[in-house]
């Protein structure tokens, strides 16, 4: 499979724990987005990287988010002290200089 | 804050019809892409048309853009039960920041 993948799928977690996402990009790809998406809207744009740069962050992402990409390949994004405000869907993205976004799956994180 | 707004919110047709989406935007952009995403899925992208294009064709799908109206419209032709799905446009002012409408939730009754 040669597109973007996500891990979890789903995740399911009490308030107050911390949680981690796995995104792993096209491998050619030197740039990966993360995006959140609630219920009935569009995708909200989250933070950027270049290679393993993390360019810009979003005002959504607040001090208890963190997102990596050690090398440049795969990305990591972390929620920690979880809130239900947090339930959503988490989307990776990738693109190399010329092609347009690849998105994954999406991890849906609901917060109990 | 979302950039587009795509209207309608939802769209309901027969298997065969046409459906037509339209977005309007508020700033000077790039380019205009459109995505699909079937519920609780990824987003796949289905065409991008840039700011000097007027119309673009992608076998059953026909986009077009007014940059004087700052908005664009989305015709998916013979429409067929597999397209039911939300669809998105998105656009790019901001570069390497695509800005999202709410969507418009298409489906084709068989």
């Known amino acids: 499979d040669t597109g973007v993948s996500q891990d979890p799928r789903h995740k399911i977690t009490k308030r107050g724990q911390n949680v981690t996402f796995r995104c792993d990009p096209i491998?050619?790809?030197?740039?990966l987005y993360w995006y959140r998406q609630t219920l009935g809207q569009g995708p909200e744009f989250l933070t950027y990287?270049?290679?393993?740069?993390?360019?810009?962050k979003s005002r959504l992402l607040s001090d208890r988010f963190s997102a990596e990409r050690p090398k440049g390949s795969f990305s990591t994004l972390e929620i920690q002290r979880t809130e239900q405000g947090d339930s959503a869907m988490y989307l990776c993205?990738?693109?190399?200089?010329?092609?347009?976004?690849?998105f994954g799956s999406g991890t849906r994180l609901t917060v109990v | 804050s979302q950039q587009g707004e795509e209207d309608p919110q939802a769209l309901s047709i027969q298997e065969g019809e046409n459906a037509t989406m339209n977005c309007s935007y508020k700033?000077?952009?790039?380019?205009l892409q459109w995505y699909r995403q079937n519920s609780g899925r990824g987003l796949v992208h289905l065409i991008l048309?840039?700011?000097?294009?007027r119309e673009k064709h992608s076998g059953r799908l026909r986009v077009t853009l007014d940059t004087s109206k700052k908005s664009s419209s989305l015709l998916i032709t013979a429409s067929r039960a597999a397209d039911t799905a939300s669809y998105f446009c998105?656009?790019?002012?901001?570069?390497?920041?695509?800005?999202f409408g709410k969507g418009t939730k298409l489906t084709v009754n068989p």
């Open positions: 993205a990738s693109r190399s200089w010329v092609d347009g976004y690849t």
């Open positions: 491998s050619e790809h030197n740039r």
């Open positions: 990287f270049q290679n393993e740069a993390q360019l810009e």
């Open positions: 700033t000077s952009i790039n380019n």
């Open positions: 048309i840039r700011s000097n294009e």
């Open positions: 998105a656009t790019d002012a901001v570069p390497e920041k695509l800005v």
